[in-house]
């Protein structure tokens, strides 16, 4: 089984996004993946029509295996665990903090029904589960080509297992393109080979409520994540 953690470098960079359409590219290629919402906005669960008013939320479970009664099949092969914010605004208790402890505990029981799993972090600077990260097979920070990541990427630096995914590119800025050349320059093989161009369909599809993969498969967001699930089973082939 394979452990990835996806975070942006700042809110708003569209890790979430990322994650629904790399998860579910991954399961497109025959894969059984496990999609684990961290963040207490519990956003995952709308680009999958599951909506806020549903209760379920691996956050209420009391013990670790009780998981698997809050999370959804959205088809067979792949299943989301989403937050539950809705169990916090009744409860008034957040667990949130003992996240990485949780799915700790959980990991070792995955392996038999999941080739994948990936957990949508919460963004720097409070990027939790370090726990998960240190664990994970491939940690990836999700970054939009500007100046401001440039700068917050530097500053956060780069673990061994780190990986650099470049999300929203607009080739015909000049300036992003050449941020992005530079992360290449300094980071190598550390930046995913495929970014994600900046598509106006990954926006269409959140309201659709589907990921873009689904909303619009040959759509140029849609065949990014495609290039990048293709890149991760051939980086990645043996689960460890």
């Known amino acids: 089984m394979n452990l990835v953690t996806l975070t942006g470098v700042r809110g708003g960079g569209g890790t979430t996004t990322v994650a629904g ?82 799915w700790l505990q959980v990991a070792p029981d995955l392996g038999a029904d999941y080739d994948w799993v990936l957990f949508d972090c919460p963004p720097y600077p409070n990027r939790l589960a370090p726990a998960l990260r240190f664990r994970s097979t491939l940690d990836v920070l999700v970054v939009h080509p500007d100046i401001a990541a440039h700068v917050l990427l530097a500053q956060i630096g780069l673990e061994q297992t780190t990986h650099v995914l470049v999300n929203g590119l607009d080739s015909a800025r000049q300036l992003a393109c050449d941020v992005v050349l530079d992360w290449r320059f300094r980071y190598g093989a550390q930046v995913v080979p495929q970014a994600v161009a900046l598509d106006e369909s990954v926006h269409e599809a959140l309201a659709h409520k589907m990921p873009v993969t689904q909303y619009r498969p040959a759509a140029v967001a849609s065949q990014a994540a495609a290039a990048i699930a293709q890149w991760c089973l051939a980086t990645f082939p043996e689960p460890v």
Do not use: Y
């Open 21 to 102: 359409m790399l998860g579910d590219a991954l399961h497109a290629r025959g894969q059984r993946v496990l999609l684990v919402d961290l963040n207490a906005a519990d956003l995952l669960r709308l680009h999958f029509d599951i909506p806020h008013r549903d209760g379920r939320g691996w956050v209420s479970s009391a013990f670790a295996a009780e998981w698997r009664q809050q999370a959804c099949e959205i088809r067979p092969g792949l299943t989301l665990a989403p937050f539950g914010r809705k169990a916090i605004e009744d409860s008034g208790v957040s667990h949130l903090l003992r996240g990485d402890d949780f």
